[in-house]
């Protein structure tokens, strides 16, 4: 895990997090979205970005908010950033994604979700909080394989 502090956060206003909001970066590198999300001037951040060889960065602390979805509603909820925590993948929007990918990220999403109490079906893509704005992460993204592998890691935790 590699922290690089992004400036582009907020308070939660008294909320805590409830829902992972998935997505790709759209980038082409990883060394290029860590640096974007550490400038002011992107207005963007996520609490993570799972890179290209499973190296996780983390930008922003849980228990603040970061920038990722946008205009955005689930569940009668809008601005899920407000109740999110936000986990892209490194991925330039075509090229096939890294099984370690997979298993880096599912591995970090049932950490998330198991501190938080979140539930698997709160576990939802930016395309689906934000219809018809965004498709990230894309139809690429092989669900099974990342819902795989949180699976496994969340049964290793069961008491
Ligand atoms: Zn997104």
Redesign the pocket.
């Known amino acids: 895990m590699i922290f690089t502090q992004s400036p582009n956060q907020s308070g939660r206003i008294g909320h805590k997090p409830s829902m992972i909001?998935i997505?790709?970066?759209?980038g082409t590198t990883d060394a290029g979205t860590v640096e974007w999300i550490s400038r002011a001037e992107s207005r963007v951040s996520y609490h993570y970005l799972v890179g290209r060889d499973g190296e996780i960065y983390q930008f922003v602390n849980e228990n603040r908010k970061a920038w990722?979805?946008g205009r955005s509603f689930w569940d009668g909820f809008t601005n899920v950033n407000e109740i999110s925590v936000?986990v892209?993948f490194a991925n330039n929007g075509s090229e096939p994604y890294k099984q370690i990918q997979y298993e880096e990220g599912g591995y970090l999403v049932a950490d998330i979700c198991e501190r938080h109490n979140i539930p698997a079906h709160r576990i939802r893509s930016?395309a689906e909080v934000?219809p018809g704005r965004?498709e990230?992460?894309y139809s690429h993204f092989d669900w099974a394989a990342f819902l795989l592998a949180y699976a496994l890691e969340s049964r290793e935790r069961m008491p």
């Open positions: 909001v997505h790709a970066d759209g990722h979805s936000g892209s930016h934000s965004k990230d992460p």
